[in-house]
């Protein structure tokens, strides 16, 4: 079919056999963005275990990066999670037996109990830096620093700021 717009013919069907690139369909590029992010989620808990900290799991990285350096209540990290403050509990419960954080005084309320980051959780947190690091090197080395900054700057102009570092994550993927 051919439609006249602003006077120039448009061929509304796209013949494949003509060699005309067709995009692929739309479901593909959100599981493509989340094969990505799974892909270096793995690579980085792998190399985690093999670090010295064989337990950590996605969830957790979550769940300190919610704790933040000043720490949390488990309400907080409930909130910054998007999960209920009972599945906070048990994850920060699980943090807590395997030496990535603590239970403190609130220095500012004595009724309140903060949740912070154990020696053992920030070294688990700049080995991990260290590995995105890598792993962001390795991209670019197979598929070009220029491309891999231009796939960088491109999400960055279609994720809105405001979501483009949240960490409830959880809340969609299953409870920590």
Known sequence: MVDHVAGENVNQVVDIGKGVPV???????PLLLFGGF?????????RLAAEGHPDLR??????????GPRGATASDIG???????????????????LGYAERADDPADARRKLVRITPRGHDALARSAAIFDELRAE???TLGADRVRDIEAALRNVVPAETA????ATSWLGAP
Do not use: C, M
């Open 23 to 29: 995009d692929s369909p739309g479901y593909e590029l």
């Open 38 to 46: 799974r892909t270096l989620i793995d690579r980085l808990h792998a």
């Open 58 to 67: 996605p969830a957790h990285g979550f769940a300190l990066q919610a704790i």
């Open 79 to 97: 909130r910054h999670l998007g999960v209920s403050k009972q599945a906070a509990g048990k994850t920060v419960d699980r943090l807590l037996a």
């Open 139 to 141: 991209w670019a080395a």
């Open 165 to 168: 570092f949240r960490l409830d």
